[in-house]
């Protein structure tokens, strides 16, 4: 399998959580991450849910890994399992919304 290169993620990105959050542009990746914990941690996740993502998104390394997809894959959708069903939680950058590749998905987490 093979993907398309996607934008540079220097610059701001959109982050959502379907079905919970609208999107929310951040100048800074960083700064999205973070954001995006906080509103997920609020959630009524299972522990090793809420594990998982902090881990995704809280580690020193987290904006470097998330920008390798952004670039790779054009956007990031983690799924998350919650009152029964899954919800998306997108990362992409800001002003990309033309055409791209499949973004990668990671299993529920």
Do not use: K
């Not at 290169?5 to 951040?26: K, L, M, Q, Y």
């Not at 029964?84 to 998905?105: E, F, K, N, Q, W």
């Amino acid at each position: 399998m093979t993907s398309c290169p996607g934008p540079s993620t220097n610059g701001a990105v959109v982050v959502e959580i379907e079905d919970v959050t609208p999107p929310a542009r951040f100048q800074h990746l960083p700064d999205a991450l973070a954001a995006l914990w906080r509103s997920l941690r609020e959630l009524p996740l299972g522990a090793d849910q809420s594990d998982a993502f902090e881990y995704f998104l809280t580690r020193r390394e987290a904006a470097a890994r998330v920008r390798e997809f952004l670039v790779r894959d054009g956007s990031l959708t983690l799924t998350l399992r919650m009152d029964g069903r899954l919800h998306s939680v997108l990362i992409r950058p800001d002003g990309d919304d033309r055409a791209r590749p499949r973004p990668t998905t990671h299993p529920v987490l």
